[in-house]
């Protein structure tokens, strides 16, 4: 197998983070635009969009930073090298300050050949040696830029790309499966212990005294 090496910035249109200003309001119960952030970015390479946090309707500036089908979102702060493939369902979700859009050029990269090539743990060691350490660690614009991918051709790259999405759909189900099992799990724990779990039964009212089972006496009669 042919391989050529390029840079990140060669292949891909890699844009800066918002303003964290942008994100003050960001919160599950409001009625907004969705906002993918680090905590939503895990090691499936893709993201919940029923799990994402919104900013209110009313924030202005966002457009800029919109992502639509195809685009990564990397982590740049804190937790840097995380990366996850945007797809139908996030399509129109805005991107937090912690992090940096890429958008491939899908004439020249396959967008599931490069989540899967940046999420590699070798790939991902030598980001970190990019990192700039100041409070917490960093990565700027201009350092992802100049990470060298590895591209074959495009044939092989769809090959791959099948092969891995294959396996990243059968990782989720397992997940799907291990999460059932961990809450039917701890319910039949719950059950097995019954009421002497702490925490089981539904608290008193606060003030309430509570019932005693107070024992009954015989009733006498005044004619005896």
Known sequence: MSLHSVTLGDLCAVTASPSSDLFTELAYDVDGTPVVTPADIGDSQRIDPEALRQVPATITGLKRFRLRSGDLVIVRLGGVG????????TDGCVYHSSCIRIRPDSKRVDP???????????????????????T????TTQSLE??????????????????????????DLQRRILARLSAVRQGLFTQ??????????????????PERNVPRTRRTSRMS
């Open 82 to 89: 995380r990366v996850a493939l945007v797809d139908e369902a």
């Open 112 to 134: 599931v050949y490069l989540a899967a090539y940046l999420a590699h743990p070798p790939v991902v060691a030598e980001l970190l040696s990019y990192v700039q350490m100041v």
């Open 136 to 139: 917490v660690p960093v990565l």
């Open 146 to 171: 100049r990470l060298p991918i590895l591209l074959p051709d495009a044939r092989r790259q769809r090959i791959m790309a099948e092969a891995l999405g294959e396996v990243g759909l059968q990782m």
């Open 192 to 209: 097995m212990l019954g009421d002497g779990l702490p925490g089981a039964t539904v608290s008193r009212a606060k003030g309430a005294v």
